[in-house]
Protein backbone atom coordinates (compact mmCIF):
# COMPACT_ATOMS: atom_id res chain seq x y z
CA UNK A 1 0.00 0.00 0.00
CA UNK A 2 0.98 3.19 -0.27
CA UNK A 3 1.88 5.77 2.39
CA UNK A 4 1.82 9.39 2.23
CA UNK A 5 4.06 11.77 4.58
CA UNK A 6 3.17 15.00 4.47
CA UNK A 7 6.06 17.68 5.44
CA UNK A 8 4.75 21.09 7.16
CA UNK A 9 7.53 23.11 5.63
CA UNK A 10 8.19 26.28 7.36
CA UNK A 11 10.47 29.41 6.50
CA UNK A 12 10.64 31.91 9.47
CA UNK A 13 11.49 34.69 7.24
CA UNK A 14 13.75 37.51 8.13
CA UNK A 15 14.27 40.60 10.51
CA UNK A 16 15.67 43.59 10.11
CA UNK A 17 17.94 45.63 11.36
CA UNK A 18 20.89 46.10 14.04
CA UNK A 19 20.55 49.62 15.49
CA UNK A 20 22.35 52.00 17.82
CA UNK A 21 19.82 54.22 19.78
CA UNK A 22 20.84 56.49 22.57
CA UNK A 23 19.93 55.68 26.52
CA UNK A 24 16.06 56.27 26.63
CA UNK A 25 15.44 56.46 23.22
CA UNK A 26 12.84 54.33 21.18
CA UNK A 27 14.21 52.36 18.43
CA UNK A 28 13.30 52.08 15.06
CA UNK A 29 10.49 49.50 14.05
CA UNK A 30 12.04 46.37 13.15
CA UNK A 31 10.78 45.68 10.35
CA UNK A 32 10.09 41.72 9.47
CA UNK A 33 9.46 40.16 6.09
CA UNK A 34 6.45 37.59 6.40
CA UNK A 35 7.31 34.29 7.11
CA UNK A 36 5.46 31.05 4.85
CA UNK A 37 4.59 27.42 6.07
CA UNK A 38 2.28 25.24 5.19
CA UNK A 39 0.22 25.51 8.18
CA UNK A 40 -0.97 27.71 10.12
CA UNK A 41 1.59 30.63 11.04
CA UNK A 42 1.49 32.03 14.44
CA UNK A 43 4.13 34.75 15.33
CA UNK A 44 5.67 35.45 18.80
CA UNK A 45 8.84 38.25 19.41
CA UNK A 46 10.91 37.91 22.19
CA UNK A 47 14.15 40.12 23.53
CA UNK A 48 17.07 38.98 25.27
CA UNK A 49 19.64 41.29 27.61
CA UNK A 50 22.78 39.62 25.82
CA UNK A 51 21.34 37.66 22.65
CA UNK A 52 21.90 33.93 23.90
CA UNK A 53 19.76 33.53 27.27
CA UNK A 54 17.49 34.73 28.79
CA UNK A 55 14.86 34.86 26.22
CA UNK A 56 11.49 36.26 26.87
CA UNK A 57 8.04 37.66 24.94
CA UNK A 58 8.88 41.12 23.82
CA UNK A 59 7.37 44.03 25.53
CA UNK A 60 4.22 45.20 23.94
CA UNK A 61 2.21 43.88 20.68
CA UNK A 62 4.65 40.71 19.87
CA UNK A 63 2.58 38.84 17.33
CA UNK A 64 2.87 40.85 14.33
CA UNK A 65 5.29 40.33 11.29
CA UNK A 66 6.94 44.01 12.86
CA UNK A 67 8.12 44.84 16.04
CA UNK A 68 8.16 48.17 17.46
CA UNK A 69 10.46 47.70 20.57
CA UNK A 70 9.57 50.73 23.45
CA UNK A 71 12.50 53.38 24.66
CA UNK A 72 15.36 51.55 26.09
CA UNK A 73 17.83 52.11 28.44
CA UNK A 74 19.81 48.99 28.00
CA UNK A 75 21.28 46.50 24.88
CA UNK A 76 18.41 44.20 23.85
CA UNK A 77 18.44 41.14 21.57
CA UNK A 78 15.59 40.61 19.42
CA UNK A 79 14.37 37.49 17.39
CA UNK A 80 10.99 36.22 15.87
CA UNK A 81 9.80 32.79 16.08
CA UNK A 82 7.38 31.50 13.89
CA UNK A 83 5.16 28.57 14.22
CA UNK A 84 2.69 26.36 11.73
CA UNK A 85 0.30 23.99 12.75
CA UNK A 86 -0.53 21.12 9.83
CA UNK A 87 -2.48 18.37 10.70
CA UNK A 88 -1.94 18.73 14.19
CA UNK A 89 1.86 18.92 14.27
CA UNK A 90 3.20 22.61 15.50
CA UNK A 91 6.99 23.25 13.72
CA UNK A 92 8.48 25.98 14.97
CA UNK A 93 11.47 28.45 12.89
CA UNK A 94 13.45 31.01 14.31
CA UNK A 95 14.59 34.75 12.56
CA UNK A 96 18.79 35.50 13.36
CA UNK A 97 18.90 38.19 15.96
CA UNK A 98 18.92 41.90 15.51
CA UNK A 99 20.92 43.69 18.36
CA UNK A 100 20.06 47.27 19.88
CA UNK A 101 23.07 48.78 21.33
CA UNK A 102 21.99 51.18 23.74
CA UNK A 103 24.83 54.44 24.26
CA UNK A 104 24.13 54.79 27.81
CA UNK A 105 26.03 58.02 28.39
CA UNK A 106 25.67 59.51 32.29
CA UNK A 107 26.90 63.70 32.21
CA UNK A 108 28.41 63.51 35.91
CA UNK A 109 27.90 66.46 37.95
CA UNK A 110 29.66 69.81 38.50
CA UNK A 111 30.21 72.03 41.13
CA UNK A 112 29.27 74.49 42.84
CA UNK A 113 27.75 78.09 43.05
CA UNK A 114 29.98 80.73 43.87
CA UNK A 115 29.88 84.56 44.38
CA UNK A 116 32.44 86.64 43.78
CA UNK A 117 33.40 90.61 43.52
CA UNK A 118 33.40 92.17 40.18
CA UNK A 119 36.45 91.59 38.46
CA UNK A 120 37.88 88.76 39.78
CA UNK A 121 37.58 85.19 38.44
CA UNK A 122 35.58 82.39 40.49
CA UNK A 123 37.73 79.33 41.74
CA UNK A 124 38.51 76.22 39.19
CA UNK A 125 34.75 73.95 38.93
CA UNK A 126 35.32 70.55 40.49
CA UNK A 127 33.61 67.85 38.54
CA UNK A 128 32.51 64.07 38.58
CA UNK A 129 33.91 63.13 35.69
CA UNK A 130 30.98 61.49 32.54
CA UNK A 131 30.47 57.58 31.90
CA UNK A 132 29.47 56.33 28.99
CA UNK A 133 30.10 53.44 26.05
CA UNK A 134 31.45 55.48 23.62
CA UNK A 135 34.48 57.80 23.60
CA UNK A 136 33.81 60.83 25.77
CA UNK A 137 33.89 64.16 24.96
CA UNK A 138 33.55 67.55 27.02
CA UNK A 139 31.86 71.06 26.15
CA UNK A 140 31.28 73.79 28.69
CA UNK A 141 28.63 76.47 28.15
CA UNK A 142 27.48 79.45 29.58
CA UNK A 143 25.06 81.63 29.74
CA UNK A 144 23.35 84.92 30.89
CA UNK A 145 20.38 84.19 32.87
CA UNK A 146 20.45 80.42 33.27
CA UNK A 147 17.73 79.55 30.77
CA UNK A 148 18.46 81.07 27.25
CA UNK A 149 21.51 82.52 25.35
CA UNK A 150 23.82 79.53 25.53
CA UNK A 151 27.22 79.49 23.81
CA UNK A 152 30.48 77.66 24.20
CA UNK A 153 32.01 79.23 26.97
CA UNK A 154 35.02 81.25 27.25
CA UNK A 155 38.51 80.05 26.94
CA UNK A 156 39.36 76.65 27.29
CA UNK A 157 36.10 74.92 27.12
CA UNK A 158 36.46 70.88 26.50
CA UNK A 159 37.85 69.57 29.71
CA UNK A 160 36.88 67.56 32.35
CA UNK A 161 36.78 70.65 34.63
CA UNK A 162 36.68 74.48 33.48
CA UNK A 163 38.31 77.68 34.79
CA UNK A 164 36.25 80.75 34.43
CA UNK A 165 37.72 83.54 33.41
CA UNK A 166 37.24 87.46 35.12
CA UNK A 167 33.54 88.18 35.33
CA UNK A 168 32.06 91.46 35.41
CA UNK A 169 28.18 89.60 35.46
CA UNK A 170 26.38 86.92 36.74
CA UNK A 171 27.12 83.59 34.41
CA UNK A 172 25.80 80.42 34.80
CA UNK A 173 27.48 77.05 33.05
CA UNK A 174 26.85 73.81 32.32
CA UNK A 175 28.70 71.02 30.83
CA UNK A 176 27.50 69.35 27.62
CA UNK A 177 28.87 65.51 27.48
CA UNK A 178 29.19 63.25 24.16
CA UNK A 179 29.30 59.95 24.00
CA UNK A 180 30.26 58.24 20.35
CA UNK A 181 29.69 55.17 18.76
CA UNK A 182 29.71 54.06 15.50
CA UNK A 183 27.29 55.44 13.91
CA UNK A 184 25.53 57.12 16.89
CA UNK A 185 26.53 60.14 19.11
CA UNK A 186 24.69 60.91 22.36
CA UNK A 187 24.89 64.12 24.34
CA UNK A 188 23.76 64.70 27.98
CA UNK A 189 23.77 67.63 30.17
CA UNK A 190 24.80 68.13 33.64
CA UNK A 191 23.38 70.63 36.53
CA UNK A 192 23.83 73.83 35.84
CA UNK A 193 26.05 76.18 38.59
CA UNK A 194 25.90 79.65 39.40
CA UNK A 195 28.16 82.32 39.73
CA UNK A 196 27.11 85.32 41.19
CA UNK A 197 28.83 88.56 40.59
CA UNK A 198 28.80 91.46 43.46
CA UNK A 199 29.38 94.73 41.78
CA UNK A 200 32.05 96.87 43.43
CA UNK A 201 30.68 99.42 45.39
CA UNK A 202 31.74 103.33 44.71
CA UNK A 203 31.61 106.27 47.55
CA UNK A 204 31.36 109.62 46.04
CA UNK A 205 32.42 112.55 48.35
CA UNK A 206 31.80 115.93 48.61
CA UNK A 207 31.11 118.80 51.46
CA UNK A 208 33.57 121.98 50.25
CA UNK A 209 33.00 124.45 53.23
CA UNK A 210 34.10 127.78 54.68
CA UNK A 211 34.27 127.79 58.42
CA UNK A 212 35.21 129.90 61.58
CA UNK A 213 38.12 128.26 63.67
CA UNK A 214 36.62 126.09 65.94
CA UNK A 215 33.46 124.76 64.24
CA UNK A 216 33.07 121.89 62.48
CA UNK A 217 31.03 120.88 59.03
CA UNK A 218 29.09 118.17 57.67
CA UNK A 219 30.84 115.84 54.60
CA UNK A 220 28.79 114.01 52.80
CA UNK A 221 29.27 109.70 50.91
CA UNK A 222 27.29 109.17 48.34
CA UNK A 223 27.35 104.94 48.43
CA UNK A 224 26.67 102.37 46.16
CA UNK A 225 26.64 98.70 47.09
CA UNK A 226 25.34 96.66 49.62
CA UNK A 227 25.19 97.94 53.19
CA UNK A 228 27.03 97.81 55.79
CA UNK A 229 29.59 99.63 54.48
CA UNK A 230 33.35 101.16 55.53
CA UNK A 231 35.25 103.90 54.29
CA UNK A 232 38.77 105.59 54.47
CA UNK A 233 39.04 109.20 54.51
CA UNK A 234 41.87 111.15 54.62
CA UNK A 235 43.09 114.61 55.35
CA UNK A 236 46.67 115.37 54.19
CA UNK A 237 48.13 113.87 57.15
CA UNK A 238 45.94 111.18 58.80
CA UNK A 239 43.71 108.36 57.57
CA UNK A 240 40.51 107.90 59.09
CA UNK A 241 38.20 104.64 59.15
CA UNK A 242 34.48 104.66 59.85
CA UNK A 243 32.49 101.46 59.53
CA UNK A 244 28.88 99.98 59.81
CA UNK A 245 27.48 102.35 57.79
CA UNK A 246 24.08 101.24 56.98
CA UNK A 247 22.42 104.03 54.64
CA UNK A 248 23.40 106.37 51.99
CA UNK A 249 24.12 109.17 51.66
CA UNK A 250 26.64 109.12 54.76
CA UNK A 251 27.17 112.46 56.68
CA UNK A 252 29.76 112.97 59.11
CA UNK A 253 31.17 116.03 60.70
CA UNK A 254 35.08 117.16 60.63
CA UNK A 255 36.83 119.93 62.61
CA UNK A 256 39.86 121.15 61.15
CA UNK A 257 42.11 123.48 62.35
CA UNK A 258 43.51 124.95 59.26
CA UNK A 259 42.82 124.82 55.67
CA UNK A 260 42.28 120.85 55.02
CA UNK A 261 41.37 119.10 51.77
CA UNK A 262 39.21 115.69 52.80
CA UNK A 263 39.48 112.78 50.08
CA UNK A 264 38.89 109.02 50.21
CA UNK A 265 41.43 106.15 50.36
CA UNK A 266 39.33 102.72 50.66
CA UNK A 267 35.29 101.91 50.49
CA UNK A 268 34.14 98.11 50.78
CA UNK A 269 30.62 96.71 51.03
CA UNK A 270 28.92 93.66 52.87
CA UNK A 271 30.79 92.03 50.14
CA UNK A 272 33.57 93.70 48.12
CA UNK A 273 35.76 96.33 48.39
CA UNK A 274 35.87 99.02 45.96
CA UNK A 275 38.54 100.99 43.43
CA UNK A 276 36.62 104.35 42.73
CA UNK A 277 36.07 106.71 45.15
CA UNK A 278 36.24 109.86 43.74
CA UNK A 279 35.54 113.60 45.17
CA UNK A 280 37.16 115.89 47.43
CA UNK A 281 35.57 118.49 49.98
CA UNK A 282 37.81 121.14 51.00
CA UNK A 283 37.03 122.87 53.61
CA UNK A 284 38.63 126.84 54.63
CA UNK A 285 38.90 127.61 58.00
CA UNK A 286 39.04 131.55 58.83
CA UNK A 287 40.67 132.06 62.17
CA UNK A 288 39.06 133.86 65.12
CA UNK A 289 40.05 137.06 66.72
CA UNK A 290 42.72 136.69 69.09
CA UNK A 291 41.63 136.75 72.87
CA UNK A 292 42.08 140.19 74.92
CA UNK A 293 41.05 140.76 78.41
CA UNK A 294 38.41 142.49 79.51
CA UNK A 295 39.07 144.79 82.91
CA UNK A 296 37.24 147.23 84.68
CA UNK A 297 38.14 149.62 86.85
CA UNK A 298 38.26 149.17 91.14
CA UNK A 299 36.48 146.17 91.91
CA UNK A 300 33.89 147.01 89.52
CA UNK A 301 31.91 148.25 92.13
CA UNK A 302 31.00 152.44 92.95
CA UNK A 303 29.54 154.69 94.88
CA UNK A 304 26.43 156.16 93.46
CA UNK A 305 26.98 159.49 92.14
CA UNK A 306 30.40 158.51 91.36
CA UNK A 307 31.86 158.67 87.37
CA UNK A 308 30.97 154.69 87.10
CA UNK A 309 33.51 151.90 85.95
CA UNK A 310 35.81 153.06 82.90
CA UNK A 311 35.67 149.45 80.66
CA UNK A 312 38.92 149.11 79.11
CA UNK A 313 40.10 145.81 76.87
CA UNK A 314 43.65 145.35 76.93
CA UNK A 315 44.40 144.50 73.06
CA UNK A 316 43.00 144.74 69.79
CA UNK A 317 43.47 143.48 65.96
CA UNK A 318 42.91 146.13 63.08
CA UNK A 319 40.50 144.59 60.87
CA UNK A 320 38.06 143.53 63.72
CA UNK A 321 35.27 145.28 65.05
CA UNK A 322 34.53 145.38 69.34
CA UNK A 323 30.96 145.23 70.31
CA UNK A 324 30.18 146.12 73.81
CA UNK A 325 27.46 144.15 75.36
CA UNK A 326 24.83 145.08 78.20
CA UNK A 327 22.80 141.84 79.20
CA UNK A 328 22.16 140.30 76.03
CA UNK A 329 21.54 143.11 74.00
CA UNK A 330 24.49 146.04 72.18
CA UNK A 331 25.83 148.72 73.87
CA UNK A 332 27.05 151.30 72.01
CA UNK A 333 28.43 151.20 68.00
CA UNK A 334 30.99 148.92 67.87
CA UNK A 335 34.50 150.01 68.30
CA UNK A 336 36.57 149.27 65.18
CA UNK A 337 40.28 147.74 66.33
CA UNK A 338 43.62 150.08 65.83
CA UNK A 339 46.30 147.32 67.23
CA UNK A 340 45.99 148.90 70.76
CA UNK A 341 44.05 148.93 73.36
CA UNK A 342 40.46 149.81 73.65
CA UNK A 343 38.33 152.14 76.21
CA UNK A 344 34.78 151.60 76.18
CA UNK A 345 34.70 154.34 78.26
CA UNK A 346 32.43 154.81 81.94
CA UNK A 347 29.41 153.07 82.35
CA UNK A 348 26.87 153.78 85.30
CA UNK A 349 24.27 150.86 84.72
CA UNK A 350 24.62 148.00 87.08
CA UNK A 351 24.23 144.69 85.70
CA UNK A 352 27.06 142.02 83.10
CA UNK A 353 29.05 143.90 80.67
CA UNK A 354 31.54 141.96 77.86
CA UNK A 355 32.75 142.39 74.39
CA UNK A 356 32.55 140.21 71.23
CA UNK A 357 35.02 140.84 68.38
CA UNK A 358 33.74 139.90 64.83
CA UNK A 359 36.32 139.59 61.62
CA UNK A 360 34.19 142.09 59.61
CA UNK A 361 35.09 139.97 56.09
CA UNK A 362 34.27 136.68 57.18
CA UNK A 363 32.24 137.26 60.14
CA UNK A 364 34.04 134.92 62.62
CA UNK A 365 33.20 136.42 66.44
CA UNK A 366 35.15 135.45 69.95
CA UNK A 367 33.76 136.41 73.38
CA UNK A 368 36.80 138.38 75.03
CA UNK A 369 37.88 136.47 78.60
CA UNK A 370 36.37 139.22 81.21
CA UNK A 371 33.30 139.11 82.32
CA UNK A 372 32.57 142.83 84.15
CA UNK A 373 29.42 142.83 87.23
CA UNK A 374 28.97 146.56 87.67
CA UNK A 375 27.49 147.05 91.12
CA UNK A 376 26.71 150.30 92.52
CA UNK A 377 26.51 151.00 96.12
CA UNK A 378 24.34 154.11 97.09
CA UNK A 379 25.64 157.29 99.40
CA UNK A 380 24.86 156.93 103.10
CA UNK A 381 22.30 159.50 104.66
CA UNK A 382 23.50 160.73 108.40
CA UNK A 383 21.15 162.84 110.27
CA UNK A 384 23.25 164.41 113.24
CA UNK A 385 21.52 165.51 116.95
CA UNK A 386 22.63 166.52 120.19
CA UNK A 387 20.77 167.21 123.36
CA UNK A 388 20.70 170.85 124.88
CA UNK A 389 22.82 170.60 127.84
CA UNK A 390 24.52 173.40 130.82
CA UNK A 391 28.23 174.48 130.96
CA UNK A 392 29.73 171.93 132.53
CA UNK A 393 27.19 168.77 132.22
CA UNK A 394 27.54 165.84 130.49
CA UNK A 395 25.48 165.71 126.67
CA UNK A 396 24.98 162.75 124.34
CA UNK A 397 25.25 163.14 120.57
CA UNK A 398 23.04 160.85 118.55
CA UNK A 399 23.93 160.18 114.83
CA UNK A 400 21.18 158.17 112.67
CA UNK A 401 20.72 157.05 108.99
Known amino acids: NLIAVTVNNIDPGTIAADQTICEGDTPASLIGTPATADGIIDILWQQSADGTTGWTDADGVNN ?22 LNGIICSGETSTVHIAVNNLNPGSIAVDQTICEGNAPAPFTSVPATGNGIISYRWMQSPDGMSGWVAASGVNNGETYTAPVL ?47 ESTPLSVVLTGTPPWSIDYFDG ?25 YSLSAVSDAYCGGISFPGTAAVTVNPIPFAYQLTGSGDGSYCAGGSGIELILNGSQTG ?31 GTYYVVATDVLTGCFLQMPGIIHVTVYPIPLVNFHADTACLGAVTQFTLTG
Open 168 to 214: TTDRWYKRVVTSSLPGKTCMAESNIIRMTVNSLPTAFLSGDAVICEG
Open 237 to 261: TTTYTIGSIMASPFVFDVMPVVNTS
Open 64 to 85: TVSYSPPALIADTWYKRIVTSE
Open 320 to 350: ISYTLMFGLGSLGTPVAGTGSPISFGYVTNP
